[in-house]
């Protein structure tokens, strides 16, 4: 779910009947981020999982100035990423993998296309409209002032867009129209965006300086193309191997279970419909998804169902902290080298397998979504039948 593409449209529009009582403070909003020549701020995205019972915070800090410098990174120093543009190129960094590319900048903020690309620092799309484009979005029906709050003790006004079971809330400050609050809600996910301070004074020209920290490798792109690596600085190009696609084998595996014990997939094969859920503690979709594989496995194991969650190239004592803390049971396999998730041909994670009674594979997803309990239901019990 993209924020930037939830904030487009709300920005600079003329008065409306939905939204009369609002409208001049929603213009003053988007007049005032249009004349905004440089900003910095500290903000933390909330993704809330109603169903699931599950709350995750990042918090990131930003640094602005036009035409087109910008600093944000993730205030964690060890995952996340950080994106520079110093005004020439932009420097897109991530921690877990510890690479990085150099591209182009664009010549300012509204030429700066963020659709489809892979943000190490989500939250940066939207405040780029705010200083951009500030373009329609047309599937947004209604929009109308909903009255006033106090946020981080500034008082402001919140204005609310629904449209197609999407819920879009803005808490605009009533002095200087900073945008204080964000949030968007679909089916049983809430994402928020909370700004914890605004200032508009220039930052130092350091800030947008880009020195790559020591032991970052430079590659061409952080989505290599499937069927190859990317080619890293130093090093030659070489092939992935292929997703084991549905219809195939299922390939077998011997492995370690982070309790001690052993898995052998063969033991399984041909008599036990199995899940397979590649993921790793950094990744919080994986995280998002995880509650979900582990109920709807579970509700059918007397069935026949099998669960290993496939964990990639991480220490034991990390993943059971992680564990422990969620009170989570469920047996993970220790794929210390990659070696099993390469044999499934794992790229972005999560990445889920579902195979068959007779040994091969029937779905796989990559990815996480908000229909991912519907689709999981539908293709066990499917298999079950």
């Not at 370690?256 to 033991?267: E, F, M, P, Q």
């Not at 094969?269 to 979900?292: E, H, N, Q, R, S």
Request: net charge positive; hydrophobic share 40%; with cysteine.
């Amino acid at each position: 779910m993209r924020l930037g593409v939830l904030m487009i449209g709300l920005l600079g529009l003329a008065a409306g009947p939905a939204w009369a009582d609002g409208a001049e403070r929603l213009k003053a909003f988007g007049a005032f981020y249009r004349e905004l020549g440089a900003a910095e701020t500290n903000y933390a995205i909330q993704v809330e999982l109603a169903e699931a019972d599950f709350r995750n915070e990042t918090r990131f800090a930003l640094r602005l100035q036009r035409p087109n410098l910008l600093h944000v990174r993730t205030m964690d120093d060890k995952q996340g990423g950080t994106l520079i543009s110093d005004g020439k190129q932009i420097y897109t960094g991530l921690r877990a993998t510890r690479r990085y590319t150099l591209e182009p900048a664009p010549a300012t903020f509204a030429d700066w296309n963020t659709a489809g690309r892979a943000l190490p620092t989500p939250g940066v799309d939207l405040v780029i409209e705010l200083l951009g484009r500030q373009a329609m979005l047309s599937d947004l029906d209604t929009l109308k002032h909903a009255g006033q709050e106090t946020i981080n003790e500034q008082p402001c006004d919140r204005f609310v867009a629904e449209s197609g079971g999407r819920t879009v809330t803005l808490w605009i400050g009533r002095g200087r129209p900073w945008l204080w609050r964000f949030r968007s809600e679909a089916d049983n996910v809430r994402m928020t965006l909370n700004f914890e301070d605004w200032r508009s004074a220039p930052p130092p020209a350091e800030a947008f300086r880009i020195d790559p920290p020591e032991g970052m490798t430079k590659v061409d792109s952080h989505r290599p193309p499937r069927g190859a690596r990317p080619t890293q600085a130093g090093r030659s190009a070489r092939p992935r191997p292929q997703p084991v696609a549905a219809g195939q084998p299922a390939p077998a595996f011997e492995a370690t279970l982070l309790d001690g014990g052993s898995v052998n997939l063969a033991d399984h094969l041909g008599k036990d419909v199995i899940v397979l859920d590649f993921w790793a503690t950094w990744c919080k979709p994986c995280l998002m998804a995880m509650p979900v594989l582990i109920e709807e496995t579970a509700a059918r194991k007397d069935r026949g169902v099998v669960f290993y969650a496939v964990n990639i190239a991480e220490q034991p004592e990390k993943v059971k902290k992680l564990m422990d803390g969620k009170g989570w049971s469920f047996p993970v396999v220790l794929d210390r080298s990659a070696k099993i998730a390469r044999s499934f041909g794992v790229g972005p994670i999560p990445h889920s397998v579902v195979i068959g009674r007779d040994g091969k594979i029937a779905h796989v997803h990559v990815g996480y979504s908000s229909g991912l309990r519907a689709t999981l239901t539908a293709e066990l019990d499917g298999l079950l039948r």
